[in-house]
């Protein structure tokens, strides 16, 4: 069985910065500036329009870091797991597991999938499943739910 990854769609950086004029606030803006030049005020509407693309700009290179920053975290907080393929245990990426194999669980790690023990014993948290504020303890045959967080 091969992995199975999800392609993200790239939106065209032009169309994100097109978004930031699509808004209540961008909107009201807008109209003062229709209204402004209706009224011949074009001062106002030169300084409102000015107003609009810098608030625009600003927001549009905000979004841009706080992406950046998102994918850079990301990439830090790639989990791994020890596996058994091929009869050697081997370290890959979480992403990478199939149905049935066989993995390494320690207290501490990230649970990388859903998973049934099949021997020994593990205490994980599933607070953000169950609402239990303690750990659960787990023995041979339980399962063990992964847990987006």
């Known amino acids: 069985m091969g992995t199975m990854k999800r392609k993200k769609k790239k ?7 097109l978004k930031k004029f699509w808004n209540l606030s961008a909107w009201l803006l807008e ?33 841009k870091r706080a992406l950046h ?21 081997k370290n890959l990426p979480a992403r ?13 790690d990230f649970v990388p999938a859903d998973v049934t023990l099949t021997e020994g014993n593990i205490t994980v948290n599933q607070a953000s499943l169950t609402g ?4 659960i303890s787990k023995k041979e045959k339980d399962a063990v739910f992964w847990v987006l967080w």
């Not at 030049?37 to 329009?49: G, Q, V």
């Not at 920053?69 to 791994?80: E, F, G, P, T």
């Not at 990478?96 to 501490?108: F, K, N, Q, Y």
């Open 11 to 17: 939106t065209a950086p032009w169309k994100l910065f």
């Open 31 to 63: 109209v003062l500036v229709i209204l402004s030049l209706f009224l011949h005020n074009y001062a106002d509407a030169a300084f409102i329009t000015v107003v609009l693309i810098i608030n625009s700009v600003t927001v549009y290179l905000q979004d």
């Open 132 to 135: 239990e504020s303690t750990d």
């Open 96 to 108: 990478e597991l199939v149905p049935g194999d066989v993995i390494r669980l320690r207290t501490g």
């Open 69 to 89: 920053a998102v994918d850079a975290l990301k990439k830090q907080l790639r989990i791994s797991v020890n596996t058994l393929r091929d009869g050697h245990w």
